[in-house]
T-cell receptor, first 113, second 115 residues
């Protein structure tokens, strides 16, 4: 069964600090991995998407890495802002015809002033 | 504004009642999906559609039905609501081309409570 595990479940950091969120997956065959940001009461919004051949991808202060050999990904947030407070969800797409998505449970990040 | 619109945003049902959630997208996406999100769990796929007139079961389809009569609309029905269906429901849509560009766009969710 395809699974996506994220850690930590929740995280509190001070404004201006950096943090790294982890994602491990057992989806096979692998197609791509995406990180979404979900603000409270809103739908998820895509931050980055990476395929098998990509090791890193940045979107402003967000940098995602992918190690397809160990089936791990991380999302690094630099110089955190209060607006970064949200849930961050790792989503892996399988390479079958349906290209279905498996969602992780998310990491709830709170940035405090 | 382009995007995915869900209605209603909130609803309270009594056990045994029925209702329909509406999802509309104006991006000409072929694929549409319905997910539920429960506390501490990832989004789980209920049903999905790869095109007008087609539907398929996802991971947790029991107790739900769907219809895709028009390309831009995807309806989720609860025939006889149960407390276990209390959840936040998200609709999403995407292009059908395989590969890395098929990013799903999500609606803002429908919070459903069954008492």
């Amino acid at each position: 069964k395809n699974q996506v595990e994220q850690s930590p479940q929740s995280l509190i950091i001070l404004e201006g600090k950096n943090c790294t969120l982890q994602c491990n997956y057992t989806v096979s065959p692998f197609s791509n991995l995406r990180w979404y940001k979900q603000d409270t009461g809103r739908g998820p919004v895509s931050l980055t998407i990476m395929t098998f051949s990509e090791n890193t991808k940045s979107n402003g202060r967000y940098t995602a890495t992918l190690d397809a050999d160990t089936k791990q990904s991380s999302l690094h947030i630099t110089a955190s802002q209060l607006s970064d407070s949200a849930s961050y969800i790792c989503v892996v797409s399988d390479g079958n015809a349906g290209n279905m998505l498996t969602f992780g449970g998310g990491t709830r990040l709170m940035v405090k002033p | 504004n382009a995007g995915v619109t869900q209605t209603p945003k909130f609803r309270v049902l009594k056990t045994g009642q029925s209702m329909t959630l509406l999802c509309a997208q104006d991006m000409n996406h072929e694929y549409m999906y319905w997910y539920r999100q429960d506390p501490g769990m990832g989004l789980r796929l209920i049903h999905y559609s790869v095109g007008e007139g087609t539907t398929a079961k996802g991971e947790v389809p029991d107790g739900y039905n769907v219809s895709r009569l028009k390309k831009q609309n995807f309806l989720l029905g609860l025939e006889s609501a149960a407390p276990s269906q209390t959840s936040v429901y998200f609709c999403a849509s995407s292009y059908s081309n395989p590969g890395q560009d098929r990013v799903a766009t999500f609606g803002s969710g429908t919070r459903l409570t069954v008492v």
